[in-house]
T-cell receptor
Framework: GAGVSQSPSNKVTEKGKDVELRCDPISGHTALYWYRQSLGQGLEFLIYFQGNSAPDKSGLPSDRFSAERTGGSVSTLTIQRTQQEDSAVYLC???????????FGNGTRLTVT | SQQGEEDPQALSIQEGENATMNCSYKTSINNLQWYRQNSGRGLVHLILIRSNEREKHSGRLRVTLDTSKKSSSLLITASRAADTASYFCATLSRGNTPLVFGKGTRLSVIA
């Protein structure tokens, strides 16, 4: 089947606006992750969903960031009142379970002007 | 927070040479994984090595794991220009924890 799909691929928004980033994981994958990557940097963990467990939100940088995963499938990452430092590539990944390799989407490049 | 730290940060070699990248980590792990990233977008999984394994091979890739030193190495043999990419190690700790990535090594293979 298809891999992990993220939309939009690019998003330009004005400072102060809210944005929603979408991730469609691979069907049947119980684990879903969001990471953020600034230019030339490593991956910064944001949030992790595993099955029906409460999500691990320990990586969210501020309360402007939130994410949900509906029906154990599609996930949406929401950033409220965007700031310029939020500009980055947001990567979503899913895995069969929490010990299996991750399958990444191509990311959403967010630019806050 | 980042658990794995890759070394070197950047590596430039001639085509045909071998490339070795190292990864050190701090806490006990369940497994360690290596990923490759082209052009700053999605990462691709290369190889997974479990804490009770010492060495794994996949094609031109060889990964070693030394849990006593909390370190791993990725060896790419007979490198090609197409191997040019960033390579990341990622560690999975015990329990229901997320995979944590290092900052990566940028490999340039010159034809």
């Amino acid at each position: 089947g298809a891999g992990v799909s993220q939309s939009p691929s690019n998003k330009v928004t004005e400072k102060g606006k809210d944005v929603e980033l979408r991730c469609d994981p691979i069907s049947g994958h119980t684990a879903l992750y969001w990471y953020r990557q600034s230019l030339g940097q490593g991956l910064e963990f944001l949030i992790y969903f595993q099955g029906n467990s409460a999500p691990d939100k320990s990586g969210l940088p501020s309360d402007r960031f939130s994410a949900e995963r509906t029906g154990g499938s599609v996930s949406t990452l929401t950033i409220q009142r965007t700031q310029q430092e939020d500009s980055a590539v947001y990567l979503c990944a899913s895995s069969l379970d929490n010990e299996s390799p991750l399958h990444f989407g191509n990311g959403t490049r967010l630019t806050v002007t | 927070s980042q658990q794995g730290e890759e070394d070197p940060q950047a590596l430039s070699i001639q085509e045909g040479e071998n490339a070795t990248m190292n990864c050190s980590y701090k806490t006990s792990i369940n497994n360690l994984q290596w990923y490759r990233q082209n052009s700053g977008r999605g990462l691709v999984h290369l190889i997974l090595i479990r804490s009770n394994e010492r060495e794994k091979h996949s094609g031109r890739l060889r990964v070693t794991l030394d849990t006593s030193k909390k370190s791993s190495s990725l060896l790419i043999t007979a490198s090609r220009a197409a191997d040019t990419a960033s390579y990341f190690c990622a560690t999975l700790s015990r329990g229901n924890t997320p995979l944590v990535f290092g900052k990566g090594t940028r490999l340039s293979v010159i034809a």
